[in-house]
Structures are given as structure tokens and as C-alpha cells.
């Protein structure tokens, strides 16, 4: 159980153009699903905690123009970033609590996106 | 804010030896303590956890201490396997709708 997918797993893309990565909870519910992009050297980089029904919350230094976020049910939560750059390359990875539930994070595959 | 240190950031045993990772934080408040393992190309995964109501918990191999008056814990890892080599990470919250804090990952790699 509490299993998290994203989608897709890979995407290499022009510069200035959007890109949509999908996260879903396959089994279980969650009011809140998380936004991490991950640096070659290893450390998860909060990016926005993304709550269902309400605006997301960003962190400080993370422009919410251009990773924006919406979590339109309790099972999926997407994150577009737009007119992305070379610089956007990296690894994103969504995790999701299970709501109600303990408080435990369950962590999607991943997405690299590179940006050429 | 929580904030989380994690050290050693590489860590390199042979098969067999014991891994010690430590972790403290800031908070005092916090009460909820996990570690994930992530494996060269897959998602995190949690492996223990601990609550800031018991000093220690074990788990077959692994076992996590937390010391809330120093305000830290470990990651204890007996009789490594090379299978034991990944990233591990650990956080620290205060629960519930508190969002975790990580700290920046321990490379393990058990040398067969």
C-alpha cells in the first residue's frame, strides 16, 4: 500500500517551453503532497508544500510563476514548470502523506527533466 | 525553523562493519524522527522511524537512538551488505501538519 507514482519518469525539452509533471497517490488520499527537486550532490530541496483545494505553499527563493502547482483532488498534484531553461534541469520528486494518517512521507519515482 | 545537520555526508565501511549515521536538530518541539534509504536512481524509501516518546528502536539490522536533551539521533546499520550502499536521509518534524525538515544525506557504500 501508499504507493505514489509520477509521471513521467523522463522528459527532455526545448528551452522556453512548459513542461507538466504528474504525481498521484495510487491507494490512498492525500491532503498534502510535497515538491522536491534533487541536486546532483544528493540533498532534497523543498520546492512548495501543495495542499488540495487551496494554494500551494512555496518556499523562499522558489518562484511560484514558474513552478506552478495545483492539486486539484485528494489523489493527484501537478507541477508545470514553465518556460523552462537549462538551468531546471534536475530531478523532481513529489512525496504525499497519507491524510488523516500517520506522518509519514511516501515518495514518487522521480522525474529528470533536462532542459536543452 | 527546524534545521537539520547530518553528518558524516560520505561514509565508506566493508562488508560486515558496523555504519553509524548522526543527525541533530534545532527545534525542541520536534517529536517525529525518520530515516530514508535511496538507491542510485530510485525514490526514497522510508526505513525506520522514531517518535520522541522512546530512546531507541530497532529493526532486524538497523536501529535509531534519539537523545532529545542533546537533540540528536542515529542511524545504526550492524553487519553491512553491499546492498546496504545508497543515500540516507534523515528529517525531523514536529508532526502532524508540520512539514519535515531533511538534512543533506549520507553517501553509505560498503565495500564487499
Known amino acids: 500500500g501508499a504507493v505514489v507514482s509520477q509521471h513521467p519518469s523522463r522528459v527532455i525539452c526545448k528551452s522556453g517551453t512548459s513542461v507538466k509533471i504528474e504525481c498521484r497517490s495510487l491507494?490512498?488520499?492525500?491532503?498534502?503532497m510535497f515538491w522536491y527537486r534533487q541536486f546532483p550532490k544528493k540533498s532534497l530541496m523543498l520546492m512548495a508544500t501543495?495542499?488540495?483545494?487551496?494554494?500551494?505553499?512555496?518556499e523562499q527563493g522558489v518562484e511560484k510563476d514558474k513552478f506552478l502547482i495545483n492539486h486539484a483532488s485528494l489523489t493527484l498534484s501537478t507541477l508545470t514548470v514553465t518556460s523552462a531553461h537549462p538551468e531546471d534541469s534536475s530531478f523532481y520528486i513529489c512525496?504525499?502523506?497519507?491524510?488523516?494518517?500517520?506522518?509519514?512521507?511516501?515518495f514518487g519515482p522521480g522525474t529528470r527533466l533536462t532542459v536543452l | 525553523g527546524e534545521n537539520v545537520e547530518q553528518h558524516p555526508s560520505t561514509l565508506s565501511v566493508q562488508e560486515g562493519d558496523s555504519a553509524v549515521i548522526k543527525c541533530t536538530y534545532s527545534?525542541?518541539?520536534?517529536?517525529?524522527f525518520p530515516w530514508y534509504k535511496q538507491e542510485l536512481g530510485k525514490r526514497p524509501q522510508l526505513i525506520i522511524d522514531i517518535r520522541s516518546n522512546v530512546g531507541e528502536k530497532k529493526d532486524q539490522r538497523i536501529a535509531v537512538t534519539l537523545n532529545k536533551t542533546a537533540k540528536h539521533f542515529s542511524l545504526h546499520i550492524t553487519e553491512t551488505q553491499p546492498e546496504d550502499s545508497a543515500v540516507y536521509f534523515c528529517?525531523?518534524?514536529?508532526?502532524?501538519?508540520?512539514?519535515?525538515?531533511f538534512g543533506r544525506g549520507t553517501s553509505l557504500i560498503v565495500h564487499p
Open positions: 528529517a525531523a518534524s514536529r508532526g502532524g501538519s508540520y512539514i519535515p525538515t
Open positions: 527545534d525542541s518541539a520536534s517529536n517525529y
Open positions: 512525496s504525499a502523506r497519507i491524510s488523516g494518517g500517520a506522518d509519514t512521507q511516501y
Open positions: 491507494d490512498f488520499q492525500a491532503t498534502t
Open positions: 501543495s495542499n488540495e483545494g487551496s494554494k500551494a505553499t512555496y
